[in-house]
């Protein structure tokens, strides 16, 4: 789980980067217009926050559509293994529980790598200099 943790960081952290630096003619326009730094690092902040939660939300949903098709196999292994009052006592409820704690952390561990994402890209446009960016020399 921590592998995995560190490879979703990793990747998140390099697209953002590579995102930045498709998007630093459009960061030199807003800056040229006159946008603050600070609302445009709010802006970015909301757009990759929004972006995130919206693919976990349909993450979700596609995974309590396919769970019962690799989770039935598992379950009718165990039943044989257990009584039946075992079995019932251990799969009651157990898919709603799950996916609160699930979403908890998942929401939570999501939110703290856009945040870490934010600090990348809060120093690449802070380092931003329209000039520089509209003569090329970036």
């Keep these: 789980m921590i592998l995995t ?8 952290i390099i697209c953002t980067i590579i995102l930045l630096n498709n998007r ?3 960061i030199a326009v807003l800056r040229s217009v006159g ?11 909301i757009e990759n ?3 995130i939660w919206i693919i976990t939300v349909v993450a979700f949903i596609a995974a309590q559509c396919i769970t019962p098709l690799f989770t039935a196999n598992v379950f ?6 257990v009584s039946p009052e075992s079995f019932e006592n251990l799969t009651k409820g157990v898919n709603i529980r799950i996916l609160q704690q699930n979403a908890g952390i998942v929401f939570g561990g ?3 790598v856009v ?15 329209p ?7 970036y």
């Design 76 to 81: 009718a292994g165990i039943r044989g293994l």
């Design 110 to 112: 999501t939110t703290a």
């Design 24 to 26: 630093k003619y459009e």
């Design 35 to 45: 946008m603050k730094k600070s609302r445009l690092i709010l802006n970015y902040f």
């Design 131 to 137: 000039l520089k960016i509209f003569n090329k020399q």
């Design 49 to 51: 926050l929004m972006f």
């Design 115 to 129: 945040m870490l994402s934010l600090i990348l890209a809060c120093i690449n446009i802070i380092r931003f200099e």
């Design 5 to 12: 943790s560190f490879i979703i960081t990793s990747i998140t």
